[in-house]
């Protein structure tokens, strides 16, 4: 098993910039890759952003491609994603999620989650 543990969300302001925290702990070598997904009021959970350990490399959402990045230090086993230039519609909580699979950008396609940390972006 996998426990995931988010931090870093709060209240800002249109513009403002805000890093959110995943640190990982358990059977974190099993993980192939982690993301973030984030939750609206009455939405589906939607992909965020994908970090893959082995390569570093990483893939966002086109609504989020420029303004966040995610990273990873794998000594920490703890992944971030720097969110800058934030909207109001970057509104929602955010999910930390670690897969053992290769691909997929679903839910469905991640083993475990985190509980999740909220941000609010007032405009």
């Known amino acids: 098993q996998v426990q995931l543990v988010e931090s870093g969300g709060g209240l800002v302001q249109a513009g403002a910039s805000l890093r959110l925290s995943c640190a990982a702990s358990?059977?974190?070598?099993?993980?192939?890759?982690m993301g973030w997904f984030r939750q609206a009021p009455g939405k589906e959970r939607e992909f965020v952003a994908r970090?893959?350990?082995?390569?570093?490399?990483?893939y966002y959402a086109d609504s989020v491609k420029g303004r966040f990045t995610i990273s990873g230090d794998n000594a920490k086993n703890t992944m971030y994603l720097q969110m800058n230039m934030l909207k109001p519609e970057d509104t929602a909580v955010y999910y930390c999620?670690?897969?053992?699979?290769?691909?997929?950008?679903?839910?469905?396609?991640?083993?475990?989650w985190g509980q999740g940390t909220r941000v609010t972006v007032s405009s």
């Open positions: 999620a670690a897969s053992n699979s290769r691909y997929g950008t679903a839910p469905r396609d991640y083993d475990y």
């Open positions: 970090f893959r350990w082995s390569d570093l490399n990483t």
């Open positions: 358990g059977r974190t070598s099993s993980t192939y890759r």
